[in-house]
C-alpha cells in the first residue's frame, strides 16, 4: 500500500513540475526568447541595462537556434556553470546582432510635407504656436514608421516556431511604433497613435496597422500585447474594434470604402469578441443573479522574458500569499492590463508589489471596452446586413452595462470602482480608468450619457480632486503609501487624459469643461517640448511639462499615443485651443536612457556569476524534499 501512495505522490508532484516546463504555462515556444538557460544567465548577470534589450536583439545572420544553443552549452560545460556577466556579454555580442537589426525605417507614402497637402489639419488652426506646433509632431512619424528588414518566418499557428531567429513578429504591412525602447507595433498605444495619423491624412497607414492586427488575431487567435514572440500569450485593452470605427467615422475616409474594410475585418473582429468571451471570462454572483465579466489574464506561469531578471528577484520575496507561479501569471496579467503596474492590482493599496493579483480584480475599464466593442459589433454587423449577429452584439452589450452598473456602480461617490472577484466587494480608491464606461458610451437600464448623469460624475469628490493638479490627472488618487509604480500617482498618462476629455466633450452642457482639460493636457505636452525638445510616454501631475517617472525602465521618448492624443484635441477644437509658452525660460534635461544593442562594461548590479538556481530548480528541489519526507514515513 505504501508503494502505491508513494507512486501516486511522485506522479502528482512529476506533474506539478511538468506544470512548470510545460509549453502552456511559457510565453512561447521559443528556447531563446521565452525560456531556457540562455535566456535565464543573459538576463540573471544583466548584461544589458534593460533586460528587454536582450530578447529584442536577432541572431546574427545566417545562425541558426540549434547553433547558439549547443555553443551555450558547450561554454556552460567549460565554465562548470560559473559563467560571469563579461563572458556572457561576449558570448552574446558573438551570436546576436544588435537590437533593431530585423527592422528598418520607413516614411509611409501618404506622408507629406504640410506645403503639399499633409497634415490638412494646418489649414485649419489659427493660432500660430499652435499650428507650428502641430507640424512639429507631423514631422515625428519620419522617426517613427518601421518595416520588417529581409525575410522573416510568416507565421503558421497560434504559436511561433521554436526555431525563430529573432523575436519579432511577422506582419505583411509596415507600422508606427511607439518610440524609445518600443520598437514593434503595440495594441493599445496604436489607438490613439491612428487618431494623428488620420489627422495627419494618412489613412493608407491607418488600414495597412488595422489590417496587420487582423492578420496578427487570425493567426494567434488573439491580438498579442504586441508583435514580439514574448508577448504571445498575452493582449491588451481590446481597442480593435474602436480602431475600425475611428477609421470608418474620421472624415477622409468614404462610406463605401468604410463599408469594404468592415467587412474585410470582420473574421478578425469576430475572433477577438470570442477569446475574450471564453479565455478572459469571470462570473460573479450577486443578490442572487449571476453576472459574467472580464478579467485580464497572463496565459502564462514564468518571468516575463522582458522582465526576466525583475519578475525572477521579486518572486524572492514571496512569503507565502501566493505561488511563484501564481505570481508570474499576475504580472503577467498586469501587463495585459497595459497598467504595468499600479498598486491598483495589490491585495490593497498599501501592500507589497508581491501581493499583485490581478486575475481576480474585474476592471471597470476592460468590461466597458468590451462594451463599447460589443455596440460596435452590433453596428457593423447592421451595416454589412447581418441583422441577426447584431442584435446578439447589442444584446450583449446592454447586458454588460447592467452588470457594470450593478456591480461596480458607487452611487455615493457617484464614480465607478473595480469589482474585487475574491472578496466579493468594490475596491477602494479612485483610478482615471474608472470613467471608461463614459468614454465607452456603455448605456444600458441607465442612461449614463445624459446630462444629469454626467453632471453628477463631474461633481464628484473623485473628479474634483483628479482635475485639480496642474500637470494633468494623474493615475490615481492614492498617494500614501507612494508605490513608486509608474501607473499611480503622480504620472499622468496619454490614453487616460483623452478618455477623461473625450467622456465629456460631447454633451453642450459638459463641453467647456472637457475643453479646458484639453488645454490644460495641450500645454502639458507643449510646455514639455518647448523645454526639452521632446514628446514623452508620460508625464508627471505635479509639475506642468515634467516627464514621468517610475517603473521598470527608463523613462521613453517618442511617442505614439502622445502625439497621435494631441493631433486628435487639435481635431476635436480646431479653434478653441492655443499654444501658451512656458510661463519662465527654464529647461527640462531630457532624461538619458539606454538602448544598447552589444553591449561592453559592467553593470552596477550584475551578479558574480549564474550559479543562482531557476525558479525550476527551486520547486524541483522542494518537491524532491517533499518526496524523501513522504518516503521516511511510509517505507
Not at 16 to 21: A, F, K, Q
Not at 79 to 107: C, H
Not at 427 to 441: E, N, Q
Amino acid at each position: 500500500m505504501a508503494f502505491w501512495i508513494l507512486l501516486i505522490l511522485l506522479s502528482l508532484v512529476l506533474w506539478v513540475n511538468g506544470r512548470n516546463v510545460s509549453e502552456s504555462g511559457r510565453p512561447c515556444n521559443s528556447p531563446i526568447f521565452c525560456y531556457g538557460s540562455l535566456l535565464e544567465t543573459a538576463q540573471l548577470l544583466e548584461i544589458h541595462h534593460d533586460s528587454k534589450t536582450f530578447v529584442d536583439r536577432p541572431l546574427k545572420e545566417h545562425v541558426t537556434v540549434e547553433e547558439v544553443l549547443q555553443a551555450f552549452d558547450q561554454l556552460e560545460a567549460a565554465m562548470r556553470g560559473n559563467i560571469t556577466q563579461q563572458v556572457m556579454k561576449d558570448f552574446v555580442n558573438g551570436w546576436f546582432a544588435p537590437v533593431g537589426a530585423s527592422l528598418e525605417p520607413y516614411l509611409p507614402p501618404d506622408w507629406k510635407p504640410v506645403d503639399q497637402g499633409g497634415l490638412p489639419l494646418y489649414n485649419v488652426l489659427e493660432n500660430p504656436l499652435l499650428k507650428q506646433f502641430a507640424k512639429d509632431i507631423h514631422e515625428q512619424w519620419h522617426k517613427l514608421g518601421r518595416k520588417i528588414r529581409g525575410r522573416m518566418t510568416k507565421l503558421t499557428g497560434q504559436n511561433s516556431p521554436a526555431n525563430k531567429t529573432e523575436s519579432l513578429m511577422y506582419v505583411p504591412h509596415p507600422f508606427i511604433v511607439p518610440g524609445g525602447r518600443f520598437q514593434e507595433m503595440y495594441y493599445w498605444d496604436s489607438y490613439w497613435t491612428i487618431q494623428g495619423l488620420l489627422a495627419s491624412g494618412m489613412k493608407e497607414t491607418v488600414a495597412n496597422m488595422l489590417r496587420n492586427f487582423a492578420y496578427l488575431i487570425q493567426t494567434v487567435g488573439h491580438m498579442p500585447n504586441a508583435n514580439r514572440v514574448y508577448y504571445e500569450q498575452r493582449s491588451q485593452p481590446p481597442f480593435f474594434a474602436l480602431m475600425v470605427e475611428t477609421y470608418r467615422k474620421h472624415s477622409s475616409v468614404q462610406a463605401s470604402e468604410s463599408l469594404a474594410f468592415i467587412r474585410e475585418l470582420l473574421p478578425a473582429l469576430e475572433v477577438e469578441q470570442e477569446f475574450f468571451r471564453t479565455q478572459r471570462s469571470e462570473q460573479v454572483t450577486k443578490n442572487g443573479l449571476t453576472y459574467t465579466l472580464n478579467v485580464y489574464r497572463g496565459g502564462m506561469t514564468h518571468p516575463r522574458p522582458e522582465a526576466y531578471f525583475e519578475d525572477y528577484h521579486l518572486a524572492e520575496t514571496l512569503d507565502g500569499f501566493q505561488t511563484e507561479e501564481e505570481l508570474f501569471a499576475n504580472l503577467a496579467a498586469g501587463a495585459e492590463s497595459g497598467w504595468d503596474f499600479s498598486s491598483r492590482w495589490y491585495e490593497h493599496a498599501a501592500a507589497h508589489f508581491s501581493t499583485i493579483r490581478t486575475e481576480t480584480i474585474i476592471p471597470v475599464d476592460l468590461n466597458a471596452i468590451l462594451c463599447a466593442s460589443e455596440r460596435l459589433m452590433g453596428d457593423f454587423y447592421y451595416l454589412t446586413g447581418n441583422i441577426t449577429q447584431a442584435e446578439v452584439f447589442r444584446d450583449r452589450a446592454v447586458k454588460r452595462a447592467d452588470a457594470i452598473h450593478d456591480l461596480m456602480w458607487n452611487d455615493h461617490k457617484k464614480m465607478w470602482r473595480d469589482y474585487d472577484a475574491k472578496y466579493q466587494l468594490q475596491r477602494d480608491g479612485f483610478y482615471t480608468s474608472h470613467i471608461t464606461p463614459l468614454f465607452a458610451k456603455c448605456n444600458g437600464k441607465v442612461n449614463i450619457t445624459s446630462t444629469a448623469f454626467l453632471q453628477a460624475v463631474l461633481s464628484s469628490v473623485d473628479i474634483k480632486e483628479v482635475t485639480a493638479f496642474p500637470g494633468g490627472f494623474p493615475q490615481s488618487l492614492v498617494r500614501e503609501p507612494f508605490s513608486g509604480q509608474q501607473w499611480d500617482f503622480p504620472y499622468a498618462w496619454p490614453p487616460n487624459q483623452l478618455m477623461m476629455i473625450e467622456s465629456f466633450m460631447d454633451d453642450p452642457a459638459t463641453r467647456e469643461t472637457a475643453r479646458q482639460w484639453a488645454q490644460k493636457w495641450m500645454d502639458v505636452v507643449y510646455i514639455g517640448f518647448v523645454k526639452s525638445g521632446s514628446f514623452y510616454e508620460k508625464y508627471d501631475a505635479r509639475e506642468m511639462g515634467m516627464y514621468g517617472g517610475g517603473g521598470e525602465y527608463d523613462v521613453q521618448e517618442g511617442f505614439g499615443w502622445t502625439n497621435g492624443g494631441i493631433l486628435r484635441l487639435m481635431e476635436i477644437f480646431p479653434n478653441q485651443l492655443v499654444a501658451n509658452p512656458p510661463p519662465d525660460n527654464s529647461t527640462f534635461l531630457p532624461p538619458s536612457s539606454s538602448t544598447d544593442g552589444e553591449v561592453t562594461g559592467s553593470s552596477t548590479n550584475a551578479s558574480a556569476d549564474a550559479t543562482t538556481p531557476s525558479c525550476a530548480d527551486k520547486s524541483s528541489t522542494s518537491s524532491l524534499f517533499f518526496i524523501a519526507f513522504i518516503s521516511f514515513f511510509l517505507l
